[in-house]
């Protein structure tokens, strides 16, 4: 069973972010790290391989500057291999350009039985690529899976919903997106360290996979201006005079709580 795993690398959310004056955009020149919510689906990826007993576990990321700190961490993990696809191009770039580019990566890299996502990323939180993924390479797609077995051609997905979750049968290949939690990602070892470094990584550029348009032409749209948020006012103390419940239940019919 061959699994390709979309990860992605985002600014250390222990260093202090800032923003870029000319693009108002996050900056994104320090070394990234990868996602938490992505490594859990890198084990997951790990674990259908072992269980399938024959495969293996492919990664595919978009990062600028050709950085690879991330990267190399799910490869650390286990993962055997590795597509980077790094363009100057691709700044701006939104969740749908996003996925037409993980798409056309990985139709460049033959596909596989099953493409895996987190539900969202940590730093953007659109949710959304994932199911765009899907739909760019023809293939159903399950989302918030919680649980999943692969029996043959098909997978059952446990599929998180706010009052439990659906059972849902899937034929492959698919794609699927797997919440926090879904397994205990491991973590590298030394071994796994240094075996990472040697491991193959493929970069690709925008013209190897003949996107267009991307970027900032490609999301048709610009940040404006950012301002600061207004600071927040102080709240109003209330003394107890015997009365106090009456401008309670006031404050809170204005705010139309009750």
Do not use: H
């Amino acid at each position: 069973m061959n699994v390709i795993v979309c990860v992605k690398q985002i600014p250390d959310p222990a260093s202090p972010g800032a923003l870029d004056p000319g693009t108002n955009t996050l900056k994104r020149d320090g070394k990234p790290i990868l996602d938490e919510s992505d490594s859990y689906g890198v084990e997951m990826a790990l674990q259908l391989v072992d269980a399938a007993g024959g495969g293996e576990v492919s990664l595919v990321s978009m990062a600028p500057n050709g950085e690879m700190t991330g990267l190399r961490t799910a490869l650390a993990m286990g993962a055997a291999k590795g597509t980077l696809v790094s363009d100057p191009a691709l700044q701006g770039s939104d969740a749908l350009t996003t996925a037409k580019v993980l798409g056309a990566a990985i139709q460049k890299m033959g596909g596989a039985d099953l493409v895996i996502a987190a539900t969202e990323s940590s730093d953007g939180y659109t949710g959304t690529v994932p199911e765009q993924l899907a739909e760019v390479l023809g293939l159903p797609s399950v989302t918030f899976a919680k649980k999943v077995v692969v029996n043959g051609g098909s997978l059952t997905v446990d599929r998180q919903t706010e009052s439990g979750y659906d059972e849902v049968t899937c034929p492959l290949p698919a794609v699927i997106s797997v919440t926090a939690g879904v397994v205990e990602p491991r973590y590298p070892s030394f071994k796994g360290i240094m075996a990472a470094k040697s491991k193959p990584v493929e970069t690709l550029t925008v013209a190897d996979l003949g996107v267009t348009p991307v970027g900032w032409a490609g999301a048709n749209q610009s940040v404006v201006s950012v301002v600061q948020a207004e600071a927040r006012a102080a709240g109003e103390i209330i003394e107890d005079d015997g009365e106090a419940f009456g401008k309670i239940v006031a404050f809170l019919e204005n705010l139309k709580v009750i």
